[in-house]
């Protein structure tokens, strides 16, 4: 049975605190394993939650400010000590290259040929290497080169078995029409997926990290299934927002109501809130998106929601 969930390993911004980690977040999506922005601390709480380097099909970094990428390289040394068979394909900002390379051999240890580094730069297209699904990255306002990504599978078609038995369409049949369109039938007749079928739109998962309001969050996040974005900030931190490009809790909530998002998760929370302010986030946001909110915690399990019918 495939599984579509958002594994939240870390919600901090800058300064960890005693219960948010720095950031971190996986995203297990059927046969992928997609680690964002590991800060410290990714290795114990990946642990935590039950995930091994070996689950860890790609990594992908928006910038690399310390709180978003330095857990690289202990993660790295892992999927070298664990012998991790696949390639682990790691997305990054281009202009960062001189950080990558830093972190990549931070320290010495017994390397491995399967991290494989794709930078991204520009619209920064990038295909995941797999048919099912595509990463795209865009770039993001920010005081360092940040990008945020969103992934999607393709467009598919739901099938319908009163339509399939109307037209005669039964066993080996169904899934011939699935993958090439159109089938004849035992007496001859010719039936288009069409007939037996209604379009489904594939999911849309958007990660978007630190940011000002920008046109590069809302384009990621449009149609989005879940975004998962930074809201740093309450409106009484409105002007540091500004000043550090980043976003309040109601900027976030206002790209998710403009770009027509499903569910919106709220993280990267900075230090200075103590718990008793955690329903300001929502609150705020919800002031400006109607629909599902999340306040993420750490060691949170977030599933996608479930397809639209």
Do not use: K
Not at 151 to 169: F, I
Not at 182 to 206: I, K, S
């Amino acid at each position: 049975m495939s599984v579509r969930e958002l594994v939240v390993l870390g919600t901090s911004s800058a300064v960890p605190t005693r219960r948010r980690n720095h950031n971190g977040y996986f995203l297990r999506w059927d046969g992928h394993g997609i680690l964002f922005d590991p800060g410290e601390g990714t290795q114990r709480q990946m642990r935590t939650a039950g995930l091994a380097a070996t689950d860890i099909t790609r990594i992908c970094l928006t910038h690399f400010h310390g709180d978003h990428s330095l857990g690289l390289p202990g993660t790295l040394q892992r999927i070298a000590r664990d012998q991790v068979p696949h390639t682990v394909r790691v997305s990054y900002p281009a202009q960062g290259e001189e950080y990558w390379r830093r972190l990549r051999h931070a320290t010495p240890f017994r390397d491995t040929d399967a991290v494989l580094p794709q930078p991204v730069g520009g619209l920064g297209a990038c295909p995941l290497g797999e048919e099912d699904l595509t990463l795209t990255a865009l770039p993001l306002r920010h005081s360092v080169p940040a990008y945020g990504y969103r992934l999607a599978e393709p467009d598919g078609w739901r099938m319908l078995p009163e339509r399939l038995a109307a037209h005669g369409v039964r066993g080996p049949l169904v899934g011939r029409l699935q993958r090439e369109g159109a089938v004849t039938t035992g007496d001859g007749r010719r039936v288009e997926l069409a007939q037996c079928a209604r379009p489904r739109r594939g999911q849309v998962f958007a990660f978007v990290m630190d940011t000002a309001e920008c046109e590069g969050a809302l384009e990621l996040a449009r149609g989005a299934d879940m975004l998962v974005i930074e809201s740093t900030y309450l409106d009484t931190e409105e002007g540091l927002a500004a000043s550090y490009g980043h976003l309040t809790a109601r900027q976030a909530g206002r790209i998710a109501a403009r770009a027509g998002v499903r569910t919106l998760v709220l993280t990267h929370i900075s230090e200075r809130y103590e718990h008793s302010e955690d329903p300001l986030f929502t609150a705020q946001a919800g002031q400006e998106f109607d629909g599902r909110i999340v306040l993420a915690q750490d060691l949170d399990r977030i599933p996608l929601p479930a397809r639209d019918s």
